[in-house]
């Protein structure tokens, strides 16, 4: 089986930007000449050992040049950002649990449906509470303390290959990026089998001696609640019967799936106003749920600016992925979305990446195509994404772009 590699290739930050997806267009430029670290060359070496080594080696009192985004790609001052925080829609899974027929029960999910539904086409985002994840404790615990290992510990698993099980990294899309994200990762792949059995892949990291046993009970817990919420989101969207029974059956129980978690680790920044730890940029699959802890620092694009996520204690946030917009036909949006980073708090978060397999092909679903609704996008899979970040270096298209198919001027939206 094909090993799935969620990067995606960054897209510009959007100050001009204005609801269609010109703003995914442009990654980051090289700002300015390289300059020396403070008191030390700036060696690629060391930088390509990431931030948090960068940091372990001594204090650093100003950014490093490789780190400083131009002028219209950085992110508002930090000073404004009260003003922009946005609570989400908040999803209440144990009202959708609720199938009861007749009486208040039923209207309770019929409602939660309705606001699931307007959540993912009016912001693509949405928290969910009562959701189930007991393991989201452990599995931060044992994230900070895969951080707080030695350097040479944690580089065991750094690797080039972007196809590779476990990969440990830098920036975001390391090898292209002129300008790099104040941001280390793990990148961990989960198939099927190994997050249905108790114990997990052999490639994974060995310490701390926990970190197996406790990724692998969080990777079947999102699993589950994936599941549940794909169930959720295709009723939103088709209806109960006939339709959504029949891609309910071929999206998320016949044909597997595939998963991948990925650990984000953003250091505390000493000019965090002139980087970001994650340059705007859309989720490759079907749904991300992300664990995030109460350090804001997630922005989302909405109604044509840069909003900050204010993180309800608990909740766990999931967000529509290029591969569901286009399944959608472009109803359910999967938004652009960065991450800030700040001078006082190091920040762990963890996203967990659900789609179909690699080599499934996803399409808009056939019955929300119509002569009032054309078809917005073409057939994609996976492998074809992959190309795309192999071949996208300097031609700044983001890949959901690349798959629209250009809508005649008189077709309707939605
Ligand atoms: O750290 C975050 O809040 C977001 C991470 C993210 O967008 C990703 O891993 O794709
Ligand atoms: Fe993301």
């Known amino acids: 089986m094909a090993i799935l590699d969620l990067d995606l290739a960054p897209t510009t930050p959007p100050a001009h930007a204005c609801g269609d997806d010109d703003h995914r267009l442009q990654r980051p430029q090289r700002h300015g000449k390289q ?45 404004s950002l009260s003003s922009t925080a946005c609570r989400l829609p908040v999803i209440d899974l144990a009202r959708l649990k609720n199938k009861k027929s007749g009486g208040g029960d039923h209207g309770d999910r019929a409602a939660a449906l309705a606001e699931l539904d307007a959540a993912c086409r009016d912001y693509g985002f949405f928290q969910v509470v009562n959701h189930g994840v007991e393991e989201a404790h452990s599995v931060f615990d044992v994230a900070r303390r895969f951080f707080d290992l030695p350097s040479a510990q944690r580089s065991r698993y750094a690797s080039s290959d972007i196809r ?135 922005e989302i694009w909405h109604e044509g600016r840069w909003v900050l996520v204010d993180p309800i204690p608990g909740a766990l946030l999931v967000n529509i992925g290029d591969h569901f917009e286009i399944f959608s036909n472009g109803r359910y949006k999967s938004v652009l979305h960065r991450v800030r980073v700040n001078s006082a708090r190091s920040r762990i978060s963890l996203a967990s990446l659900h789609s179909l397999p690699p080599d499934r092909v996803i399409a808009p679903a056939p019955e929300l195509v119509n002569d009032m609704n054309p078809r917005r996008y073409m057939d994609t899979d996976f492998e074809a994404f992959l190309r795309h970040i192999a071949s996208a270096e300097g031609n700044h298209k983001s890949f959901l772009h690349s798959r629209r198919i250009p809508e005649p001027s008189s077709s309707v939206r939605q």
């Open 35 to 79: 300059q020396d670290l403070v008191g030390e060359k700036d060696d690629d070496l060391n930088l390509s050992k990431g931030v948090r080594h960068l940091c372990e080696r001594g204090a650093i009192t100003r950014l490093p040049a490789r780190y400083v985004l131009p002028p219209s790609q950085r992110p508002a001052p930090t000073a």
């Open 164 to 298: 590779a099980p476990v990969r440990y990294g830098t920036s975001f899309n390391q090898r292209n990026d002129g300008v790099l994200c104040w941001r280390d990762f793990l990148k961990i792949v989960v198939d099927d089998d190994k997050a249905a059995a108790s114990s997990s892949s052999a490639a994974w990291p060995d310490a701390p001696v926990d970190l197996r046993e406790v990724v692998a009970a969080y990777a079947r817990a999102t699993r589950r609640l994936f599941r549940e919420l794909m169930d959720a989101t295709l009723e939103a969207l088709l209806g109960v019967g006939g339709h959504h029974d029949k891609n309910k059956k071929k999206m998320i129980l016949e044909e597997g799936s595939s998963q991948m978690l990925v650990v984000n680790c953003y250091p505390a920044c000493p000019e965090p106003d002139l980087t970001l730890g994650m340059p705007p940029h859309s989720d490759y699959g079907l749904l991300t749920v992300l664990l995030q802890d109460q350090v804001k620092g997630l």
